[in-house]
């Protein structure tokens, strides 16, 4: 602990995500050649290119929905094999229109983010429940609590898949074009909330986006990097902040608070 009593972090720059001479095809279709790059922690990554230039198959290999044919995937320095804290991550996959009949609640759907790997059985009890209460509450999503998913606006699926993303409080979180068929005003207001999770809670994203302007607005104009078609927009926060661990703005619960004050100030 150093003398402000603010427990320095460590792991500040680690690489939590490490991508290394990764290949990878579907069958005999070729996605992917040897693609490497790093998300360090706290960066903002955002990734461009075009349609089936193979974003969303990088995540997957990212958080172990597929296997790379060649080289290797690393989280937070382990390879993936090794891998075990999936609580660590949050993980938005690419949005399908739901069907209106889909019988899940928000609620179901949101305490769905608990069951990582191997908790699928895992009993629910008061812990879980006030996780999924905070959850909801930071998305401000909680008065939909009791509604059919399917029958929710574009925009308040993708909060009630943000929240169950953040349920587990994870330091990592993947989204794959997580605006798509979103009106302009409320992709704004989601921007805001990313920007916010960004900036105030210590975390790190990638974001598979096409929208241009977010991108290069926050993440500035050209590709810190490139892989075949794949570009790599990099905002490095531990260039802005202090290298300084903060609990308390990790916690959930105070997310929606400081950014409504956010917003004010
Ligand atoms: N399960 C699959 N089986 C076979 N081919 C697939 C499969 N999933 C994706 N592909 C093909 O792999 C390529 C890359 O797909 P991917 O979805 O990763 O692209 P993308 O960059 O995310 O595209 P988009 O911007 O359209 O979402 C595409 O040509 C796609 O048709």
Known sequence: MNPTGAVAAASCHEEVVSVDGVSFSYQQKNVLTEVSFGVKERDFVGLIGSNGAGKSTLLKLIVGLLKPTKGEVRLFGKPLSRFKEWDRIGYVPQKNALNPLFPATVHEVVMSGLYG????????????????????????????????????????????FLARALINNPSLLILDEPTVGID??????????????????????????????????????????????????????????????????????????????????
């Open 117 to 160: 790997r191997g908790m699928l059985f895992k009993r629910i009890g008061k812990q879980e429940l006030a996780k999924g209460q905070d959850a909801m509450r930071a998305m401000d999503i909680e008065d939909l609590a009791g509604k059919r998913i399917g029958q929710l606006s574009g925009g308040q699926q993708q909060r009630v």
């Open 184 to 265: 302009a005003e409320t992709q704004e207001s989601f921007f805001h909330m990313l920007r916010h999770m960004h900036q105030h809670h210590n975390m790190t994203f990638l974001m598979v986006s096409h929208d241009m302007e977010m991108i290069r607005g926050y993440l500035g104009q050209e590709p810190a990097s490139k892989a075949g078609k794949l570009n790599f927009y990099v905002r490095h926060s531990h260039e802005t902040q202090d290298c300084v661990e903060d609990n308390l703005a990790h916690s959930l619960s105070g997310l929606r608070q400081r950014m409504e004050s956010g917003k004010r100030g």
